[in-house]
């Protein structure tokens, strides 16, 4: 069976940058690769300066790699066609204040296209799917931290969008705001629109993410699904229903003497995303 065109695809990205010591090298990406298949939520985690907005840049064509490549949809992501096909909220979106949040959807809609009918229902259904719709009609100017990121997605998305990049997209936002775009992102997943996550808030994307990569200092030191990343490999755990003080205090080989004993689960057992973060970066290990 062919495996379908990944939605991302980077393969051996490295980006350096001159600096103004001697005129010397900054690599700041170095040798990344990533494929996110369609459907998927993936997060990219890392310290600051470890290189994710480097790669989101690539990505979106905002800068050229020096060597390697980068494909949306299998389309090269420097020609400008590669993004079509993309939604893009920045960590620090900037929108004109003065506009309302009906507004401000009604002119990146006209931006790409959209106009009469079918804006002002693509508006409306925006509105009511960042649960925005009692706002839409009061200033940006006016509106939380939380209530711009929520906007912010919602641009992102006016032109029906099959990828989404996500910078930051809780930075500077209170739990009930963080929760609200957790809850968005997935809902995005359920309309089967892939989503690139870069965030420094462990356990969102632990929540809402189905592979994982960590970041640090320009490489990728761990990447996989989410389950397998924070198994412990070198344990196992039983998880027992009904089980009696006895059979506890003597649980190996005994547990088919026990027909009232269900065996639950067997696999490994987890850490946190947190843990693993810092061990493959820090060398810690909490």
Do not use: W
């Not at 985690?45 to 064509?61: D, E, Q, R, V």
């Not at 755990?237 to 059979?247: H, W």
């Amino acid at each position: 069976m062919d495996q379908p065109t990944p939605a991302v695809e980077i393969r051996d990205l490295v980006k350096d940058f001159k600096t103004s010591f001697r005129r010397q090298m900054l690599r700041a990406v170095d040798g990344v690769s990533i494929r996110i298949l369609p459907g998927e939520v993936y997060g990219l985690i890392g310290p600051n300066g470890s290189g994710k907005s480097t790669i989101m840049k690539a990505l979106l064509g905002l800068v050229a790699p020096t060597s390697g490549t980068c494909a949306i949809f299998g389309q090269d992501s420097l020609k400008v066609d590669s993004r079509n096909d993309v939604g893009f909220l920045p960590e620090n979106p900037y929108f004109y204040k003065h506009l309302s949040g009906e507004e401000t959807l009604e002119f990146y809609g006209k931006l790409c296209g959209l106009k009469g009918k079918a804006l002002r229902e693509r508006v409306a259904e925006l509105l009511k799917l960042v649960d925005l719709e009692s706002a839409g009609k009061r200033r940006i100017g006016g509106y939380s931290k939380g209530m711009l990121q929520r906007i912010g997605l919602a641009q992102a998305l006016i032109q029906e969008p099959r990828l989404v990049i996500l910078d930051e997209p809780t930075a500077g936002v209170d739990p009930i705001g963080s929760r609200q775009i957790r809850d968005l992102i997935l809902k995005l997943r359920e309309r089967g629109i892939t989503v690139f996550l870069c965030s420094h808030l462990l356990e969102q994307v632990q929540e809402v993410c189905d592979q994982v990569g960590i970041i640090f200092r320009g490489k990728i030191v761990k990447e996989g699904r989410l389950e397998d990343l924070i198994a412990i490999e070198d344990q196992t755990e039983i998880i027992l229903r009904n089980a009696s003080p006895e059979l506890l205090s003597e649980i190996t080989g005994l547990i088919g003497r026990f027909p009232a004993t269900e065996l639950v689960r067997t696999g490994k057992p987890r850490t946190t995303l947190e843990r693993l973060f810092l061990r493959e970066t820090l060398g810690k290990n909490p």
